[in-house]
């Protein structure tokens, strides 16, 4: 007893002051209140412990302190999760010890046990029907198992667990005889033990009717049964589980989501993947007591109470709590071999196999080893009935060790066949640390990185997330609020599309989650600085600023000229890849999220959408200038321009009509969808397919954001594949990406919107590009174009394009860049619009690279 004190009073101080570690604060922060239950936890057990020295003097001395170790744990971890719960289950902690304590003054209660077993029976069998008609559910949903008294619910079908064995261990000592083995003797067994089963079925409580089952078996096999019945048992049990699985919807259920653990995690399979990821949380020595996150696990107090320990304990406090019971399950088996009454020997014999089976059955569903049952682990879930039965067989159990009674006939039963019952339950408990440790040790890295595993939630709000600034170390998104209750702030909302959400229920996007790790302190630190935060916290250390390559004022100009009309906008470095400004519209505020979800989702609009990387348009006349950088010179053989148009082309089909004379410079830069036409159809669609594909087109950029999934090249209809219409599709950020090679001599950039972290130890660290620069187009040639295309008196050249979609929506496109003779950074800017507008789209083109041409200077 001196041991468990000492175990539950360091716990109980550990829990006080966790919050303040967790909180980063001082006194104010300490909690008390479990200090009520640690009180009474305390008084009740050094009650017990000086009237059983009084009263059973001779009793087994560990019972007692194993379960005293076992409440105290779990009456600590009921507070620690929910502080009203834990506040009743000290009451009717007080009630199971009251109840031990008045059997120790009245030892002879075991005899009128036996004596009135069928009255006791039926009234269980009679409380456990009555749920039928008369059942309720505390939490007002779910299978009614319980009766409630003024107000006070209890399940009958614990009672029945203690009640069924009495009956078996007094029938099996008055009628199981050397001479009486066959089934006529064991029918009235079979016949009552059936109707228990069938009245738990019936209510739907399937966990207590596999233990009954389990429990009846045991029994029957070491009073006398014959031997097959050890093997029967598995057979049953499975026959058992297969009718289930085809008769009940909640059997086949958990049977589907024991086989396939994470076919749903969001709906059906989510409790046990919750309870496996926090055993993975807590490792080999657990995240700290009160310093984990259990109360995402769903039912943590009862069903899943073995997980919620797992995580803040470890792999050591788990293996101890189940040694805890091999050793209850020991001790109890050791009483039943050691008494020399027949009564007591079944008597114990059932409430070993009743502790055994119902713990491995829930620590095995626990860690997904077994389905799952619904039943309580003993002594330590939260349930008043659980806890008053398992009190109960405890003073059973001490009450037989402390009693002999000579004259009683000894049973014939050879004692091997209790020995190997026990071994087997042993066996099961170590099997399950060793599945345990498994999944704390071995599995615990890809577990704990699963999407699932929603902790990073609680990080958020405990730590501050890194910074996230433009190319100019202005803040795009900071934090807000205070310990416990951080929330990400935005300094330009437009920008969410690109910057992305971090949100408890939808989970992120964008940058946000790209950078996840950087902007949560989880990378960039030293191994001993994580270690430590982890060690001392539980928590990540403060989250690192990221700088992106946007420039803020550029962006909010790009924002302010698209405004209400939906489409997107890429500015880009046409020699690094550096993206400039990247707009979305229309586009959502992440504050808002929770609030507009459905409505967002529903918008046909799709503002949660980001276009720049995401939207897939059909490319019209942008293509124009690549095509004519196949052969540039093409363009001057034969005839004149004018005349040499005129001659193939019926429909310049132009996005403006371009002024006359005909020029290729006013054709290609107006977007007359004829002529490319015609063009393109004399090149070829071999060449121009490997012509699209050193352009990028058909597969998907690489940097720090979601991208759409590049669409495949369609040579099915050639019409639709010289005019960039139909299945031909590119994101602007391809196009972007694309138009930088006629201002960077044909290099095709790889893409970077991120650009450094800040480095607690170095500062600013620059990050690599996933994607490499490539060569696209023959230099020579994208300088030829480049000059063709250029605007008079002005450094940059432009294309215009509209484009009819699938939808029969058109599509604007303007794409310019910078001269071949621009002698500061080389720029290409790309501006797409869901309607026809192609002078709008021409003068936010215009006005934005003029803008970002002076950054540039």
């Known amino acids: 007893m001196i041991i468990a004190s000492l175990v539950i009073f360091s716990l109980a101080l550990i829990l006080t002051l966790t919050p303040a570690v967790r909180y980063h604060a001082g006194f104010d922060r300490y ?343 619904g039943v309580t682990l003993p002594f330590l879930s939260y349930g008043g009935s659980s806890l008053l039965v398992s009190f109960m067989g405890m003073l059973i159990l001490l009450t037989i060790s402390h009693q002999t009674v000579p004259k009683e006939e000894l049973s014939t039963i050879k004692f091997p066949r209790y020995a190997l019952i026990g071994s087997i339950l042993i066996a099961a408990l170590i099997v399950e640390i060793i599945a345990a440790s498994l999944l704390g040790f071995w599995f615990s890295p890809s577990l704990v990185n699963r999407p699932e595993n929603p902790r990073w939630v609680i990080d958020d709000r405990f730590v501050e997330r890194g910074e996230i600034v433009d190319r100019n170390n202005q803040v795009i998104i900071t934090n807000s609020g205070q310990t416990g209750s951080f929330n990400r702030t935005s300094h330009h909302i437009p920008l969410y599309p690109v910057i992305g959400y971090t949100n408890p229920l939808f989970g992120q996007t964008g940058i946000e989650a790209s950078m996840f790790n950087y902007l949560r302190g989880n990378s960039g630190y030293p191994y001993s600085t994580l270690y430590w935060q982890r060690v001392l916290y539980n928590q990540p250390p403060t989250g690192l600023d990221i700088r992106l390559t946007i420039d803020l004022n550029l962006q909010q100009s790009a924002d302010t000229l698209l405004a209400e009309h939906p489409g997107a906008i890429v500015i880009i470095n046409a020699s690094s890849g550096e993206i400039l400004a990247m707009a979305s519209h229309p586009y959502y505020d992440a504050a808002d999220l929770q609030e507009n979800w459905d409505e967002l989702i529903l918008d046909e609009r799709a503002p949660l959408l980001n276009r720049a990387t995401q939207g897939l348009y059909p490319p019209g006349a942008t293509l124009f200038p690549f095509i004519v950088a196949i052969d540039p010179d093409y363009l001057w053989q034969e005839q004149e321009t004018q005349e040499k148009i005129e001659n193939r082309v019926a429909h310049l089909n132009c996005a403006l009509n371009p002024d006359e004379p005909l020029t290729w410079h006013r054709i290609i830069t107006n977007g007359c969808l004829g002529v490319q036409k015609a063009i393109a159809a004399d090149i070829g669609s071999e060449t121009l397919l490997d012509l699209y594909s050193n352009l990028g087109f058909f597969t998907s950029p690489r940097l720090h954001l979601p991208v759409v999934d590049a669409v495949a090249a369609d040579l099915n209809d050639l019409n639709a594949f010289f005019n960039g219409e139909g299945n031909f599709k590119v994101s602007p950020l391809q196009m972007a990406m694309a138009a930088s090679t006629i201002s960077s001599q044909g290099i095709l950039p790889g893409p970077r919107i991120v650009n450094a972290f800040n480095d607690p130890i170095d500062g600013w660290t620059t990050l690599p590009k996933l994607q490499p620069n490539s060569d696209a187009l023959n230099p020579v040639s994208a300088d030829q174009v480049n000059d063709l295309l250029k605007l008079p008196n002005f450094p940059y050249w432009q294309v215009l394009s509209t484009v009819s979609a699938e939808d029969q929506q058109t599509i604007t496109w303007f794409i310019a860049g910078t001269s071949s003779d621009w002698q500061g950074q080389p720029l290409a800017v790309v501006v797409v619009l869901e309607h026809d507008e192609p002078i709008l789209a021409r003068v936010i083109g215009r006005a934005l690279l003029k803008e970002a041409i002076r950054f540039s200077e």
């Open 31 to 373: 909690q008390f209140q479990h200090w009520i239950g640690v009180i009474v936890w305390c008084l009740l057990f050094s009650i017990l412990n000086h009237q059983t020295n009084r009263k059973l003097p001779q009793s087994d001395p560990y019972i007692l302190p194993v379960v005293a170790l076992l409440s105290g744990i779990g009456l600590l971890t009921i507070w620690r999760l929910f502080p009203g719960l834990g506040l009743r289950q000290t009451v009717w902690l007080g009630i199971g010890c009251l109840l031990t304590l008045t059997g120790f003054f009245f030892p002879t209660f075991l005899q009128y046990l036996r004596r009135y077993k069928y009255i006791w029976l039926m009234t269980g069998l009679l409380l456990t029907g009555l749920t039928i008609f008369l059942g309720t559910n505390p939490q007002g949903e779910g299978s009614a198992r319980w009766l409630s008294l003024f107000g006070i619910h209890f399940q009958p079908s614990e009672p029945l667990k203690i009640l069924l064995i009495v009956y078996l261990a007094g029938y099996f000592t008055d009628q199981i005889t050397l001479s009486t083995k066959n089934f006529e003797s064991f029918l009235p067994t079979v016949i009552i033990t059936g109707i228990a089963l069938l009245l738990l079925v019936f209510q739907g409580d399937l966990g207590t009717a596999s233990i009954f089952l389990l429990v009846y078996l045991a029994m029957l096999f070491t009073s006398g049964g014959r031997r097959w019945l050890l093997w029967l048992t598995p057979v049953l049990m499975f026959l058992a589980g297969l009718s289930g699985y085809f008769l009940s919807d909640i059997v086949k259920l958990r049977i589907n989501t024991w086989v396939k653990p994470f076919s749903d995690p969001g709906g059906t399979s989510y409790q046990v993947i919750q309870s496996i990821i926090a055993i993975a949380e807590g490792g080999l020595m657990g995240t700290g007591q009160g310093l984990g996150s259990p109360g995402l696990i769903p039912v943590a107090v009862s069903d899943f109470i073995f997980s919620a320990l797992a995580e803040e304990i470890g792999l050591m406090g788990i293996t101890v709590i189940i040694l805890l019971y091999i050793i209850l399950i020991y001790r109890s088996l050791r009483i039943a071999i050691t008494t020399n009454t027949s009564f007591h020997r079944y008597l114990s014999l059932g409430l070993t196999f009743l502790f055994g089976a119902q713990s491995i059955l829930i620590i095995g569903g626990n860690i997904g080893l077994l389905p799952l049952t």
